[in-house]
């Protein structure tokens, strides 16, 4: 199982950006996967949730300007977003969880995890 993170980049505040997480070696809606980042000197925290059925959850300081989606003709789980603050400078990971019907939620534990990529917004 791989996971692929990109779409990360430097943007100023306000801006919008989207991430994307290919996903491989495990069939398309039979996970459930999460967002999560982790910013210098902090902790890892949860961003966004999607259940293989397509249900959501959301840390509340994203939300309202994240949404998270997924492809699964194409095995991908995205995550867009807009209105960016300076606080949301951090390495972006996604993850997948075996269990398809669970939204990720802050403490899940999460089966896969890709290589992250990096958020930087400038204020």
């Known amino acids: 199982v791989q996971l692929q993170a990109s779409g990360g980049g430097l943007v100023q505040t306000g801006d919008s950006l989207r991430l994307s997480c290919a996903v491989s070696?495990?069939?398309?809606?039979?996970?459930?996967a999460g967002w999560f980042r982790q910013a210098p000197g902090q902790e890892r925290e949860f961003v966004a949730g999607?259940?293989?059925?397509?249900?959501?959850l959301y840390a509340d300081s994203v939300k309202g300007r994240f949404t998270v989606a997924r492809d699964n003709a194409k095995n991908a789980v995205y995550l867009q977003m807009n209105s960016l603050h300076a606080e949301d400078t951090a390495v972006y990971y996604c993850?997948?969880?075996?269990?398809?019907?669970?939204?990720?939620?802050?403490?899940?534990?999460?089966?896969?995890w890709g290589k992250g990529t990096l958020v930087t917004v400038s204020s």
């Open positions: 993850a997948a969880g075996t269990t398809a019907w669970r939204i990720p939620r802050p403490g899940s534990a999460m089966d896969f």
């Open positions: 999607i259940s293989g059925g397509g249900s959501t």
């Open positions: 070696g495990l069939p398309a809606g039979s996970f459930a």
